[in-house]
């Protein structure tokens, strides 16, 4: 498994002491090799997390790539290391579809991994769907969320400690349901409705970037040449797409393959 690894300045500045926090931009041949290797990435946080905490909470995201992340997860010897029972997880963002909707990012995720693992449901959080207990509201959908969160919040905080958060990136930056120009990309959250989205469906929730930005690590995962250019321009700067603006407080990782990272600045890139 080949890894080329740079890290850069990133390109926005969250810290609490204005500092900028370092991105890593790693880059894998393909796809194939890029799902495996976030795999093997992610068995290796959550242990490390389980060692330090007890627990460890990941926030999940929906697409192909993650996708077949969490196939890689299911198909990786190494995730038997993992006591599954202690996992808490979380959504990054929803398309705000019936429960069981092949279209929503928890279907996806279950089929793909978390119905072969023995998690402790009372630790999975999926964010609510029309036919929930809320009905076809995404603001109070997203409200519910919000005290979901917030009820497994240290300290009487808004949000749990988020030890990863893992974010496919849309062909126009977008993370989560954060979408460029779109108002949410403005929301301070932690949790909001989005209507009108520009990538179907038009309603959905999610997370904010600033409640992203809450997580100790961020990886940002990307595969082919579609996105080579939203890539691109995040890892250029200015911080204006969502996908730029995001940042873990220990840790920002760009996790591509080799079609992803073609318009990349080239030193971030070696050959
Ligand atoms: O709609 C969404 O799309 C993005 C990116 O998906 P991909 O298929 O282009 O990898 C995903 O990160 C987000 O969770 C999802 O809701």
Not at 4 to 12: F, K
Not at 104 to 119: I, Y
Not at 216 to 226: F, H
Request: aromatic residues 4%; negative net charge.
């Amino acid at each position: 498994m080949s890894e080329r690894q740079r890290a850069i300045p990133g390109p926005g500045a969250h810290a609490a002491d204005g500092s900028v926090p370092a991105a890593a931009v790693v880059v894998h041949a393909d796809a194939g090799v890029l799902a495996q290797a976030v795999a093997a990435r992610l068995i290796v946080r959550v242990l490390d997390a389980q060692a330090a905490r007890g627990t460890a909470d990941v926030v999940l995201t929906g697409g192909r790539v993650a996708a077949a992340v969490y196939r890689a997860v299911l198909a990786s010897p190494a995730r038997d290391a993992v006591d599954w029972s202690r996992v808490n997880l979380w959504w990054g963002d929803e398309r705000f579809l019936p429960a069981g909707d092949p279209e929503r990012n928890e279907t996806q995720a279950r089929e793909a991994l978390l119905d072969s693992l023995p998690l402790d449901s009372a630790r999975v959080h999926p964010m609510p769907p029309p036919d929930g207990p809320d009905g076809a509201d995404p603001e109070l959908a997203a409200a519910r969320y919000a005290a979901e969160l917030a009820r497994h919040a240290p300290d009487g905080g808004a949000l749990p400690h988020f030890d990863l958060v893992l974010l496919g990136v849309g062909e126009d930056g977008h993370v989560a349901s954060v979408f460029p120009g779109h108002p949410v990309s403005a929301e301070t959250g932690p949790v909001c409705a989005v209507r009108d989205s520009p990538k179907p469906p038009p309603l959905r929730t999610t997370l904010t970037i600033p409640a992203l930005d809450t997580a100790d690590e961020v990886w940002l995962i990307a595969a082919g040449p579609d996105k080579a250019e939203a890539v691109g321009a995040a890892l250029s700067g200015p911080a204006l797409l969502p996908a730029a603006r995001v940042h873990g407080v220990s840790r920002t990782v760009w996790l591509l393959d080799r079609a992803a990272a073609a318009a990349a600045p080239a030193h971030l890139v070696p050959s």
